[in-house]
T-cell receptor, first 110, second 114 residues
Framework: GQNIDQPTEMTATEGAIVQINCTYQTSGFNGLFWYQQHAGEAPTFLSYNVLDGLEEKGRFSSFLSRSKGYSYLLLKELQMKDSASYLCAVNQNQGGKLIFGQGTELSVKP | ETGVTQTPRHLVMGMTNKKSLKCEQHLGHNAMYWYKQSAKKPLELMFVYSLEERVENNSVPSRFSPECPNSSHLFLHLHTLQPEDSALYLC?????????????FGPGTRLLVL
């Protein structure tokens, strides 16, 4: 079956670095997305990885290893506004059907 | 603002009511989606429309009935819902259906079924 695992909650300190892991087991793979969702708001796109390796975009980076079924989202120089839920989602076929993990609730403390 | 709007933002309904959720995208996209987000559970895909044709129905009960009159609008008609249907209902759109295409989400409708 399909399975996407992320930690439920994480806490980090302002200015620090945090890594949010995502492991997946899906029947197909056509890329992995990370979304950020603040409480009461829409999920917003952060990154997309389809090839192995690290994609860097400002303070956020995302890594993918297809052979290990593993991805992580790295957030540097944490700010209070980074407190949100981070959703990992896998596209497992040729269309737009995404399978989501349950999300990681990140709390950034002063 | 992501370019996707949803109304109403909050809805309380009884199990015998009929209501509709509305989604509108201002991005010129060709694909639209309905998702359900329950507390402590992953986002669940419900329906996918591409060029106004339904291309995915993810084993959703018939008490949820989608409608896509044009590529900018998507509705979710609700009737005889159950309390366990209480959740956040999110609409999303994408340019097409290629695997790499980003889905843009609306803010959702928070539904409570009494």
């Amino acid at each position: 079956g399909q399975n996407i695992d992320q930690p439920t909650e994480m806490t980090a300190t302002e200015g620090a670095i945090v890594q949010i892991n995502c492991t997946y087991q899906t029947s197909g793979f056509n890329g992995l997305f990370w979304y950020q969702q603040h409480a009461g708001e829409a999920p917003t796109f952060l990154s997309y990885n389809v090839l192995d390796g690290l994609e860097e975009k400002g303070r956020f980076s995302s890594f993918l290893s297809r052979s290990k079924g593993y991805s992580y989202l790295l957030l540097k120089e944490l700010q209070m506004k980074d407190s949100a839920s981070y959703l990992c989602a896998v596209n497992q076929n040729q269309g737009g059907k995404l399978i989501f993990g349950q999300g990681t609730e990140l709390s950034v403390k002063p | 603002e992501t370019g996707v709007t949803q109304t109403p933002r909050h809805l309380v309904m009884g199990m015998t009511n009929k209501k509709s959720l509305k989604c509108e995208q201002h991005l010129g996209h060709n694909a639209m989606y309905w998702y359900k987000q329950s507390a402590k559970k992953p986002l669940e895909l419900m329906f996918v429309y591409s060029l106004e044709e339904r291309v995915e129905n993810n084993s959703v009960p018939s008490r949820f009935s989608p409608e896509c009159p044009n590529s900018s609008h998507l509705f979710l008609h609700l009737h005889t819902l159950q309390p366990e249907d209480s959740a956040l209902y999110l609409c999303a759109s994408s340019q097409g259906q290629l695997p790499s295409e980003t889905q843009y989400f609306g803010p959702g409708t928070r539904l409570l079924v009494l």
